[in-house]
């Protein structure tokens, strides 16, 4: 599995059409659902970041998933909420296209993190646990986006519990701890595990999936063709050994060339 990782103010429904001839799955976004979440990501425009602040974020929602009706790519979306209740509106939404919902425990940006958003709900399991079981109560399958690398949160622990709360994949931002998707995968069996940051090539993917990955995703790359061809291609050749029988024919014990 390959999926496009959400930009801020990029990732669109005419972004996640780009990449449809080679990645499966495009996660739109960060949508900033909530009173509270909207204000921080206002600061981040005041401060030169791209944001999407719609003004009604569900109808926004509705509208780019329905751009994507018939496209070959299923569609995500990336949502930040301070409370449980826009998740599952979010969650409403995403289950009507069919398309993923993915909770934003990631974002590190100070704003987001003051208005309880992003990699605060890390540190909050029992809040991201609520906002998982509420978004999938509502029937849509279900991402959480995590990193790697934050003081005193055991994400491996984290992932189990998000998973046991009904989550259907668990979206990793390795940081440069690459080998944290193996320990996440190994207490994470019935769920999907995308390992996400850096991958831009064979050896960058096929290092996730040796680890145990699913998939993987591509951010910052994620509108250049060349990029995002070369690593569905390394998926694609990943699967296909992955199905196939071993390479060296055993006979008699022997192995043969
Ligand atoms: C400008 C920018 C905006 C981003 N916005 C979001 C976001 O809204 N939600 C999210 O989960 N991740 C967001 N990310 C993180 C990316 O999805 C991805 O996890 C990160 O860039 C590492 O992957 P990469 O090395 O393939 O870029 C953003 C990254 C960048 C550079």
Not at 112 to 129: F, I, K, S, V, Y
């Amino acid at each position: 599995m390959l999926a496009l990782a959400s930009l801020s103010g990029a990732a669109d429904a005419a972004w996640a059409r780009h990449g449809a001839p080679f990645a499966d799955l495009a996660f739109l976004g960060g949508l900033a659902l909530d009173a509270e979440s909207r204000a921080a990501a206002r600061d981040l425009v005041a401060r030169g970041r791209e944001e999407f602040l719609p003004d009604d974020p569900l109808s926004f929602a509705d509208a780019q998933l329905a751009a994507l009706a018939g496209a070959p790519i299923r569609p995500g979306l990336n949502v930040r909420s301070a409370t449980v209740d826009p998740i599952r509106a979010a969650a409403t939404v995403c289950a009507r296209h069919d398309a993923v919902v993915e909770i934003n425990a990631h974002c590190r940006q100070a704003e987001l993190c003051a208005a309880g958003c992003g990699e605060t709900l890390l540190r909050d399991a029992d809040r991201l646990a609520r906002y998982v079981a509420a978004a999938a109560e509502t029937g849509a399958t279900v991402s959480v986006k995590v990193r790697t690398e934050i003081d005193g949160v055991d994400l491996p622990a984290t992932a189990r519990r998000v998973a046991a709360a009904g989550a259907d994949i668990v979206h990793v931002d390795a940081m440069d701890s690459e080998p944290v998707v193996a320990d996440v995968a190994a207490v994470t069996p019935d769920t999907r595990v995308l390992a996400n940051n850096g991958v831009r090539d064979r050896e960058t993917a096929w290092e996730y999936l040796a680890y145990g990955a699913d998939g993987v995703s591509v951010g910052r790359p994620s509108d250049d063709p060349a990029v995002i061809r070369r690593v569905a291609r390394a998926v694609d050749d990943w699967d296909r050994r992955a199905a196939e029988p071993p390479t060296a024919d055993r006979r008699d014990g022997r192995v043969l060339e």
